[in-house]
C-alpha cells in the first residue's frame, strides 16, 4: 500500500544495504495491486529496477503464480519472461503442496522452496527426498520454507544440513509466523551452513513475525 514514489525511496537505502537480493513483489502484494487497480504492479518492478543495482526477486507460488488458482503451463512461462524482461534476476518458487513437478526452470536464478509442515508428520524425510531432485530443475539454491512459524531452531540446523547434503546445492531459510522464533531459528539454520536468510527491516519483521535485518546482522 505503499506509495510508489516511497517505495523507490525506501528501494535505494535497501540497496546500499550489501543484500543478497530485494525480494519487490510476488503472492500477495501483486495481487493486491492489481485487484486495486490503481497502478501496475509491472511498473512498480521496472520502476525499481532503474534505480537499483542489487539483484531484484519475484516470489512465485509454483503454478499458481501470484494468485490462487493454478495456471496453464503456458501462462505461466509467459508470466515468468515478462518478469525477467522487466527486471526481476531471482525467482523464489514453492509449491504449497511441495510438488516439485510444478516448479518451472525461469531462466534466471531459481531459488526452490520446500516448504515445512509439521502436520506432515515432521515431514523431513519427505523434504530431504524432494531436494534430491531439485537440482533437475536447474536450481541455484534450495530454500526450506517456514511459512507457520513451526521450525524449531534445532530442527532448522538439522534440516539445514540434511538438504545441502541430498541436494549439493546451497541452502538458504525463508521463516515468518507467530512462533517467535524466526530469528533464533535463523541463528541456527545459519550455524549449520545455511548460506541466505531472509530478512525484513525491524518494524516490519516485528509485525509480521519475520527475520529482523538488524538483529540478524548483529
Known sequence: RLPVSEQLRLAQILDAAGLAYLEISGGGCFQAAVRRGVESPWERIRAIRARARSPLALALRGR??????????DLVRRFVACAAESGIDVFRLHDPLNDVDGLVDAGAELDCGLVYSPGWG??????VEKARRVPDLGAARVLLLDPAGALSPGRAADLVAALGEASGLPVGLYCQGAGGAAL??????????ADLVACAIYPIALSLHRVPAESAAT
Open 64 to 73: 499458481f503464480l501470484v494468485g490462487s488458482r493454478p495456471a496453464g503451463v
Open 122 to 127: 515432521e515431514n523431513g524425510a519427505d523434504l
Open 184 to 193: 533464533a531459528t535463523a541463528i541456527e539454520a545459519a550455524r549449520a551452513g
